[in-house]
């Protein structure tokens, strides 16, 4: 094992919306974060806005849905480094079609979340886990959604779902190692599609005004404030909310406020299994 003198991280889907958010966040703190996505443009002007940011960004092509890409991914990051510190599992696949009712009306490719959502996800946390290991801690994040606990697009809902119970799994695996496994629950998120909906569409401009929008940065620092914390171990295998952990660390968005929990309006995250709680 190489001796850890950095902190390293790979964001998969961070060319935009919240894991080019949470890129540039933990390039600020100082972490090497490796920003990944499907186009090389967009992946160099994240890169170039973490290194003018003060920090260092390696830009690397992975199609989520090409397991040989994913695995060069983090072959890379071993020859580079020879540990991982943080892996958030962010990428998807999106559908302008989702939330069509009835569901069979929509497009099949909706099921795609499945891969591109879930399964790449799961891959990806497979060739990172030695790499967490030979690390002094290690933290995996999984970007999920309230739709594990409201119903939706049942594949959305059920990938959502698959992110949730893959932490808790995971936190049962590495429980005898420094490495913990959590999933996230953002709420709005200001991301690109997210701003532009907001402009056209009334829904999405309700939801902007009465709930407000948090920027994708904030969930960087949230991702951040886990792995700071000294207490993380207690914390693995939990499905948590983002506007929550922050109001805990004493986290506030770029604007200077804390977001809120949406849990009043969209529900709690399901309970641990009893085995996680011997």
Request: hydrophobic content about 40%.
């Amino acid at each position: 094992m190489k001796k850890e003198k950095e902190i390293v991280a790979v964001i998969t889907g961070s060319s935009k919306g919240i894991g080019k958010g949470i890129a540039k966040e933990l390039g600020r703190k100082g972490a090497i974060v490796y920003v990944t996505g499907r186009d090389r443009e967009s992946i160099d002007d994240v890169v170039s806005e973490i290194t003018q940011a003060g920090g260092q960004g390696i830009g690397v092509v992975c199609d989520m849905s090409k397991d040989k890409q994913i695995e060069r991914l983090f072959k890379q990051v071993e020859k580079k480094h020879g540990y991982l510190n943080i892996l958030v599992n962010n990428a998807t696949s999106l559908n302008s079609q989702m939330g069509v009712k009835p569901f069979w009306e929509a497009t099949i490719d909706l099921a795609n979340i499945l891969d591109v959502g879930l399964r790449s996800h799961h891959i990806a946390t497979w060739h990172a886990a030695r790499l967490l290991l030979a690390g002094e801690r290690g933290l995996i994040v999984n970007i999920s959604f309230y739709a594990d606990a409201k119903v939706h697009d049942p594949a959305y809902y059920a990938s959502k779902a698959g992110l949730d119970k893959l932490a808790a799994s995971y936190a049962e695996h590495f429980a005898p190692f420094n490495v913990s496994a959590v999933s996230l629950w953002p709420g709005f998120v200001a991301t690109e599609t997210m701003v532009e909906l907001a402009d056209s569409d009334p829904k999405t401009r309700h939801l902007r005004d009465t709930l407000g929008f948090e920027s994708p940065e904030f969930c960087g620092r949230v991702v951040w404030g886990l792995f700071n914390d000294p207490n993380l171990k207690t914390l693995s295998g939990s499905t948590l909310l983002t506007a929550e952990v922050a109001k805990h660390y004493n986290i506030t968005d770029n604007n200077g406020y804390l977001p809120n929990s949406l849990r009043h309006l969209y529900g709690s995250p399901p309970a641990n299994h009893d085995a996680l709680n011997k």
